[in-house]
């Protein structure tokens, strides 16, 4: 167990409306990721963060942002949702082990637009 | 540019039969790791294993094994004598370097073991 929370863990919205996703950890690692995971597509990055304040784009990042305040959560924020978004995302921390990190999952957020 | 490809969409099996799940990637990285995750029926994703691209040893896990063979550029993973608590989808992911800030996931294969 990683000590990843999501929040919400679903949700339905409308077309054009602001969304924003937590995901919170609380073992103080450094960096954590957004994904969406769409059929076909298996998982996608979005963004990462590399610490507080810090983040980069991942392979799909059009459509959303990001922000960091505080070590433990990270914002994944849907300025305008479009029926695209539809998806399930997963948040993830990064652990270091055996020379390279390996990614764990929070549990996911389905996120519906109408 | 790194990718991973799962050409088996869903696979069917009986209980108790071998299945192999397999994975193949594409990367210009000479140092780059390689991954497998399950996620459930239940929707979270589980970590399975890890291997570097320096280390073509198999591996076994109890019931699980995977063979990597740079010379394929492939990383496929069976499962012996499968279970119903098997059925999930499988994913294969690569990162290249030192850091997973680009890990390419596959599209999965939905394994389905019925008894």
């Known amino acids: 167990d990683a000590g990843i929370t999501q929040s919400p863990r679903h949700k339905v919205t409308e077309t054009g409306t602001p969304v924003t996703l937590r995901c919170h950890q609380t073992e103080n690692h450094r960096y954590m990721y957004w994904y969406r995971q769409d059929p076909g597509h298996g998982l996608r990055l979005i963004h990462y963060s590399y610490g507080v304040k810090d983040t980069d784009k991942g392979e799909v990042s059009d459509g959303y942002s990001v922000s960091r305040s505080k070590t433990e959560d990270f914002l994944l924020t849907l300025e305008s949702a479009t029926s695209s978004q539809t998806s399930v995302y997963f948040c993830a921390i990064s652990e270091w082990a055996e020379g390279t990190d390996t990614q764990y999952f929070g549990p996911g957020t389905r996120l519906t637009v109408l | 540019a790194q990718k991973v490809t799962q050409a088996q969409t869903e696979i069917s099996v009986v209980e108790k039969e071998d299945v192999t799940l397999d994975c193949v990637y594409e990367t210009r990285d000479t140092t780059y790791y390689l991954f497998w995750y399950k996620q459930p029926p239940s929707g979270e994703l589980v970590f399975l294993i890890r291997r570097n691209s320096f280390d073509e040893q198999n591996e076994i896990s109890g019931r699980y094994s995977w063979n990597f063979q740079k010379s394929t550029s492939s990383f496929n993973f069976t499962i012996t004598a499968s279970q119903v608590v098997d059925s999930a989808v499988y994913f294969c992911?690569?990162?290249?370097?030192?850091?997973?800030?680009?890990?390419?996931f596959g599209a999965g294969t939905r394994l389905t073991v019925k008894p």
């Open positions: 992911a690569l990162s290249g370097g030192f850091n997973n800030n680009d890990m390419r």
